[in-house]
């Protein structure tokens, strides 16, 4: 009998321990602390509730605590400071407002680590607006943390943990983690694994803009340029998360390939493939210093020296030597030479620029100036806000010459000033330099001023008068 009753105990002890996991595995609320098997002094916490930081030390082997991981959180203002060991563990805990976390570790009375808020014992009804306050102070004591970062505590640190909890505006060595935004559309934390049904299983980040690329020989490269990346939960990366192996050699043809990897707050990454061709080198010398045409007021020998001044050849970025460039002068006539320029580049390609060189030693000269007389108000309205002369006014009728160069009336340039108080005589100075930089003798010409017409008021009043004359009888 003894034995049936024995048996019979067995059963119903192994049926017990099936529902327990069966529990377990729907999320049923455990009432009571869930045990940690993990060693008590492996591990030590400290929150930076200023911070609002999570960093675990571990202990090396000569027993120094050393930072290990590093959390994201939130406190609040009640979340107490000083020294604690952590108590217990529950899976699901009713929290206060009648809402539940995940993955509860409890710090002191009232006080826990655990993720952030449920309206349900339900993994779907995640408070998104208090998810996305993870970093900063939100909660009414308890220190907040993903659904992943509470699960490690909860699975890693035993109960006695050493829990210290300190205000400081400096984080550990391992700083201050991210959290990744969500939308509050979603009632899922996208770090939760551990739930099948979390859509955020499936997803990854998405990168933009890699593509394959032709790029010039000896060109600068900017592997990020127009490369964009978004995370889990679809918010754009910062430039920090995506990071790229491999380099490209713009000094050597050929090709080279990059691969670019963005990874987001919770770790997830996603990598793409662009390949790099590098041209071979065709880029020819390129000079600086040459003009296409060139008038100089020169009386010496036209050679090397003399064309070589201020001429300057590159080949890429890296300056010729002054003796790299050949040069070829030939005189059309008495007053003209074609100058050639060239150069070969380290790769044998080679450039060339021709300049005209014209010589003027002779003066230009002014003719048909003439004087004119106006009133003020016509003077007036040929100046402009600067009292600059209208010029075309002015040079209509004059003619210029010069021995080599074709010039125009309006490369004449005007100044005038008043001849005396009254400012009734004006004189009018024409200037001119050709292109070498010779100058006309000054021809002066005059304008005098004459008052304006006074206009006269001939309006006849036709106002009616009346007679009052009385005629005595």
């Known amino acids: 009998?003894?034995?049936?009753?024995?048996?019979?105990?067995?059963?119903?002890?192994?049926?017990?321990?099936?529902?327990?996991?069966?529990?377990?595995?729907?999320?049923?609320?455990?009432?009571?602390?869930?045990?940690?098997?993990?060693?008590?002094?492996?591990?030590?916490?400290?929150?930076?509730?200023?911070?609002n930081t999570v960093t675990i030390y571990q202990q090396d082997s000569n027993g120094k605590y050393q930072p290990y991981k590093a959390f994201i959180c939130s406190c609040g203002y009640a979340t107490p400071l000083g020294t604690f060991h952590l108590q217990a563990h529950y899976r699901w805990k009713l929290m206060y407002q009648e809402v539940y976390a995940q993955y509860a570790s409890r710090i002191t009375t009232g006080i826990l680590f655990h993720s952030v808020w449920y309206y349900k014992q339900d993994a779907s009804t995640l408070s998104a607006v208090q998810y996305n306050k993870l970093g900063r102070w939100a909660s009414h004591g308890c220190v907040r943390l993903t659904a992943a970062d509470a699960k490690w505590i909860f699975d890693n640190c035993a109960v006695g943990t050493k829990i210290v909890i300190y205000n400081s505006s400096k984080t550990s060595k391992l700083g201050k983690p991210e959290s990744i935004p969500v939308p509050t559309s979603t009632g899922y934390d996208p770090s939760d694994i551990w739930t099948k049904s979390n859509p955020w299983n499936s997803k990854k980040p998405k990168l933009y803009g890699v593509k394959d690329q032709t790029v010039k020989f000896g060109s600068t490269v900017k592997l990020l340029s127009g490369v964009t990346a978004k995370g889990t939960t679809g918010f754009k990366l910062a430039s920090k998360?995506?990071?790229?192996?491999?380099?490209?050699?713009?000094?050597?043809?050929?090709?080279?390939?990059?691969?670019?990897?963005?990874?987001?707050?919770?770790?997830?990454s996603v990598k793409k493939t662009a390949v790099f061709t590098v041209l071979p080198d065709t880029e020819a010398p390129f000079f600086?210093?040459?003009?296409?045409?060139?008038?100089?007021?020169?009386?010496?020998?036209?050679?090397?020296?003399?064309?070589?001044?201020?001429?300057?050849?590159?080949?890429?970025?890296?300056?010729?030597?002054?003796?790299?460039?050949?040069?070829?002068?030939?005189q059309t006539d008495a007053t003209h030479y074609t100058v050639v320029y060239s150069a070969t580049a380290s790769n044998g390609y080679s450039s060339t620029k021709t300049m005209q060189l014209v010589i003027d030693t002779g003066a230009p000269t002014i003719s048909g100036v003439v004087d004119y007389q106006m009133t003020q108000s016509e003077f007036a309205a040929l100046l402009d806000e600067n009292q600059n002369l209208n010029q075309t006014a002015f040079v209509a009728h004059l003619t210029v010459t010069d021995d080599v160069e074709t010039l125009q009336n309006t490369d004449v340039t005007l100044t005038w000033s008043y001849l005396n108080e009254e400012k009734t005589e004006v004189a009018v100075v024409y200037n001119l330099k050709d292109k070498a930089g010779n100058a006309a003798a000054p021809v002066t010409g005059y304008v005098h001023l004459t008052a304006d017409p006074v206009t006269t008021d001939t309006t006849t009043d036709t106002t009616n008068t009346t007679s009052n004359t009385t005629t005595n009888p």
Do not use: F, H
Not at 249 to 265: E, F, H, L
Not at 295 to 302: A, F, P, S, W
């Open 1 to 51: 009998m003894k034995a049936v009753e024995s048996s019979k105990k067995k059963i119903w002890q192994s049926l017990a321990a099936i529902v327990l996991l069966l529990c377990l595995a729907a999320g049923i609320a455990l009432a009571k602390p869930v045990q940690s098997e993990a060693a008590s002094g492996q591990y030590l916490i400290k929150v930076n509730k200023q911070m």
């Open 241 to 268: 998360y995506i990071k790229t192996t491999g380099t490209v050699d713009t000094s050597t043809p050929g090709q080279y390939k990059i691969v670019y990897t963005a990874t987001d707050q919770i770790g997830r």
């Open 288 to 330: 600086t210093g040459i003009d296409d045409v060139r008038y100089v007021n020169y009386t010496g020998t036209v050679d090397r020296d003399y064309v070589m001044t201020g001429v300057k050849a590159y080949d890429k970025t890296a300056e010729m030597k002054s003796s790299a460039i050949q040069v070829t002068i030939t």
